[in-house]
């Protein structure tokens, strides 16, 4: 039977994962090999170096650089809370002394005799790493983090904004075609993952914000109101760092685009269950996808991660069109032709034929799709 490699968006209702939740740089791991975590919990913490700030300190005091040390009150390595004097001169028998006070709460990272200068470095950072799952610590990082397996509900996005959170999933379409008026939105989608249909309008998205709801999931966005929403247009580089108080998930693309019935039915299935999800998305080298996770009941032996396969287009898969005319539209394969066809472009390429959702055959360039895995 002919088949082909090809890219593909993973809904399934059970699968294995595996997370590496590591810090950015050494630090204290919380948590043992063996502990349960929630997706809320902290698993790892260090500190960040503050930035450096230059401070002229023989400049400020009106002294030359190499007699700036019989001035010093403080050393290389003090801490500095804001307003401590770190150099005051003799003055006239006791009176009009000049003193020079610390800018910021921080720390003296070093002190020049030559030049004059001050390196004062403002507070750490404290950072946090969550545990963003709930599942089982199977590997402790030294130092570094944890690595955390759970067997989970699993559905792959197109297209996502901001970073991770988790809630308990509220379907607000009933069925996966539906655009959500914003009135929908209440407060009873507080700190809720909220299932949206084909659409999220732009208003839909400030009532969320101002709700608190936790996280949108939707077919489609419309590009205009994206810029609305962030000020300036998505380029190719990686989303998942925005600050806008929710994490949006985007299953099929742009525009009103039907969510797919897989992903709709799967999602509704789990309505009221915790979801962790992200919207990190990299279209270019070393893809990322946004996430839905839903973790499900697991005993420890069933946490086998299966080696990974390449999703592959053979007759019966299903399929996603990801070019116009039909983008957006699911159907399965029917064909897979071996021979190269001259397509509109001129070009020669190896196309398939499917039947598509609404009942249409179409042959397609099998570069216009990806595999929908489940």
Do not use: W
Not at 224 to 239: E, Q
């Amino acid at each position: 039977m002919a088949q082909a490699y090809s890219p593909g968006l993973t809904v399934t209702k059970s699968i294995v994962l595996k997370k590496d939740r590591i810090l950015p740089l050494k630090g204290k791991v919380l948590v043992k090999k063996g502990d349960k975590v929630k997706a809320e919990d902290v698993v790892a913490e260090t500190l960040l170096p503050g930035k450096v700030v230059p401070f002229n300190l023989a400049n400020k005091l009106g002294v030359p650089a190499e007699m700036l040390g019989q001035y010093l009150k403080v050393k290389a390595g003090d801490e500095l809370k804001k307003g401590q004097v770190m150099a005051e001169t003799n003055g006239f028998f006791g009176f009009f002394k000049t003193s020079i006070k610390s800018p910021l709460d921080g720390e003296i990272e070093n002190i020049s005799k030559l030049t004059g200068q001050m390196l004062l470095r403002e507070p750490k950072i404290p950072i946090q790493v969550k545990a963003f799952i709930d599942g089982l610590v199977v590997e402790v990082v030294k130092e570094e983090g944890v690595i955390i397996e759970n067997k989970s509900a699993y559905i792959q996005g197109i297209f996502g904004l901001s970073g991770e959170r988790s809630g308990e999933i509220k379907m607000l379409a009933s069925t996966p075609d539906e655009i959500i008026d914003p009135s929908k939105i209440d407060d009873s989608c507080k700190d809720k993952v909220i299932v949206c249909g084909a659409l999220v309008s732009y208003a839909a998205i400030k009532k969320a914000q101002k709700v608190g709801v936790s996280g949108i999931i939707s077919g489609g966005i419309d590009d205009k109101d994206l810029k609305k929403l962030l000020g300036y247009n998505i380029g190719v580089a990686i989303t998942g760092h925005e600050e806008i108080g929710l994490t949006i998930v985007i299953t099929e693309g742009f525009g009103v685009i039907k969510m797919a019935k897989s992903c709709f039915e799967l999602l509704k299935s789990f309505e009221g269950h915790k979801a962790s999800i992200h919207g990190i998305t990299q279209i270019r080298a070393g893809v990322m996808r946004p996430e839905i996770i839903i973790p499900i009941e697991f005993k420890k032996e069933e946490l086998k991660v299966e080696e990974a396969k390449m999703a592959t287009l053979e007759i019966g898969t299903t399929i996603r069109v990801i070019r116009q005319p039909n983008f957006g539209l699911i159907g399965k394969v029917t064909g897979l032709p071996e021979k190269l066809t001259k397509v509109e472009s001129e070009t020669m390429v190896r196309i398939l034929e499917a039947k598509l959702e609404n009942g249409e055959k179409v042959t397609i360039p099998r570069a216009n799709v990806e595999v929908i895995e489940d």
